[in-house]
């Protein structure tokens, strides 16, 4: 949810920053016009009728973002939001204000001097004139007169201005209507599909958290499964083994039952965790060998190995057991010798070595495994991905387990 929320603010940051700069550049474009000679009055009325021009399409804008998107595009209702769309896009470009011809800046300047200086020129002819007539002078108009007139104008660079052509100082005309309302919707159309673009991109955003936080739980829920299966095959073969414990010792039959009691409180109050304490599961494994070495004779030669001090690490609970069930039901013989060898380390980088071996007590079917091989190949590619080793020897007369995990 926390996320969730970082998303739409992250989202709304990116409009209101986008608006912002787009309601600036009318700001910059005035400084720069004010900074080349242009009036502030002139100036003031271009920024107006530039935001008066910005607003219809940021109505549009929230339309389609708040409204439209979310009701039509979202629902895939696609037919009643191009409809809708089309309909906004042609009324907010209706409301547009025309583009007014305001002259202003340094080319309506030139225009006035322009002007101001051929008034001026006319009327220095005329005094000229006039003086020459009073002084009864034939050459009134000479070239040195005019030259000595010309030199009281204005400076050179004036009249290169009044020089250009007035053709130059005219506006461009605004276009027709029709190109100029083209060019509104086209406008419109562009500011939809950016905007429909940023809601498309936090939305797969969005999407894809969602689908790993449900393959998140389908994992979790596959996992509960499968360890749950673990528990009704681990008591079947312990009930068993007790079950024929009872007509052959009772003693060891009821000390049978006090280990069973001290697994079923480990199965039931600490293995429904996540992940449990290393020193944790390697009692319980000691619980379980104890308790299955009660009903063999000494033909059966059991190797235990685990490491004398063990780090406050973390792993999955019930991950080995599969392996050493199987051990104790395929690999003893009751008529030859046989051998059950399991043992623990720890390995550099934060990884645990688990080795379980043992003799192959006859002809094994390979469905008699159970579930017990086939649940722990799924637990490990759902716990570890591909962070895991898992190598199964099988011969003739042997079979070798090697699992190789990292530490939580």
Partial sequence: MQRLRKQQWLEQSIYAILWIAVFLFPLIGAYFAVSGGGEREEVCEMVRNSWLGILPFLGLFLVNNYGLVPYFLFRKRHLEYVISLVCTVIAISCFVPAPIGMPFGKGDRMAKERVLTKEQLRNQIIKHRERAREMNNAHWNSEQDIKEEKSKMEPQPRVRVDRRPYSLMKHAPFPPFF?????????????????????LFFKSVRDDEHLKELENQRLQSELKYLKYQINPHFFMNTLNNIHALVDIDNQKAKESIVELSKLMRYVLYEASNKTILLSREIQFLKNYITLMSLRFTDKVFIKVEFPAEVPEAQIPPLLFISFIENAFKHGVSYRRESFIHVSMQLEEGNRISFRCANSCGGMVNKKDHGIG???????????????????ITEKEDEFDVLLLIPLL
């Fill in 373 to 391: 091989l086939e649940n722990i190949r799924k637990r490990l590619r759902l716990l570890f991905g591909n962070d895991y080793t898992l190598s």
């Fill in 179 to 199: 190109i100029r309302y083209l060019i509104h919707i086209v406008t419109a159309f562009l500011i939809v599909g950016f905007n429909i673009a940023i809601k």
